[in-house]
């Protein structure tokens, strides 16, 4: 009846309002606003250092295709989750984005993360090349142009080099 992310959402919701007002009842309303308006900040913080050239930074990473340069696009893609997570309001989901901080536990989470991410990518795309891979024969073409016959008037120049 409900789709998955509706439920994890809605549960998030109520963990969220849960822990809220557990922590609020014990440390009072003002700190813990001033504990989630410190943890946005922490996440407009990470998302500028991390999160603004994170796809062009993975564009340029992928383009080798290696191991290390796979793993650095996970760590950039779980900061940059992270910066998303402090930057909601909620303890539950500051919690996580501070977690996800935390280098070893990145690196722990690569694994699952390339698992997970290898059933989105098509299958002509292998996870940690980034790029299609080519199947049969590859035919290089090259393009010669035919003078026009005399009963014809010549086509306009479509070079630069016909333009001069």
């Known amino acids: 009846m409900f789709s998955r992310p509706a439920v994890a959402v809605f549960g998030l919701v109520v963990a969220e309002l849960f822990v809220l007002t557990r922590v609020s009842s014990a440390?009072?309303?003002g700190v813990v606003l001033l504990v989630?308006?410190?943890l946005s900040a922490l996440g407009v913080a990470v998302l500028r250092r991390g999160g603004a050239g994170f796809l062009a930074a993975s564009v340029a990473t992928a383009a080798s295709g290696?191991?290390?340069?796979?793993?650095?696009i996970a760590d950039r893609a779980m900061v940059a989750l992270a910066?998303?997570?402090?930057?909601?309001?909620?303890l539950v989901?500051?919690?996580?984005?501070l977690v996800l901080?935390?280098?070893v536990v990145r690196g722990a989470l690569r694994p699952m993360l390339a698992h997970r991410v290898q059933?989105?990518?098509?299958?002509?795309?292998?996870?940690?090349?980034?790029?299609p891979r080519m199947r049969g024969d590859v035919v290089d073409v090259d393009i010669v142009d035919v003078d026009p016959?005399?009963?014809q008037p010549p086509s306009p120049p479509n070079r630069p080099s016909e333009l001069n």
């Open 149 to 151: 016959s005399p009963d």
């Open 119 to 131: 059933g989105w990518v098509p299958t002509t795309v292998r996870f940690g090349s980034f790029g």
């Open 101 to 103: 901080l935390v280098p």
């Open 66 to 72: 290696d191991r290390e340069a796979t793993d650095a």
């Open 27 to 29: 440390y009072g309303l």
């Open 93 to 97: 989901t500051g919690l996580l984005g």
């Open 83 to 90: 910066g998303l997570l402090l930057l909601l309001p909620g």
């Open 36 to 38: 989630l308006l410190g």
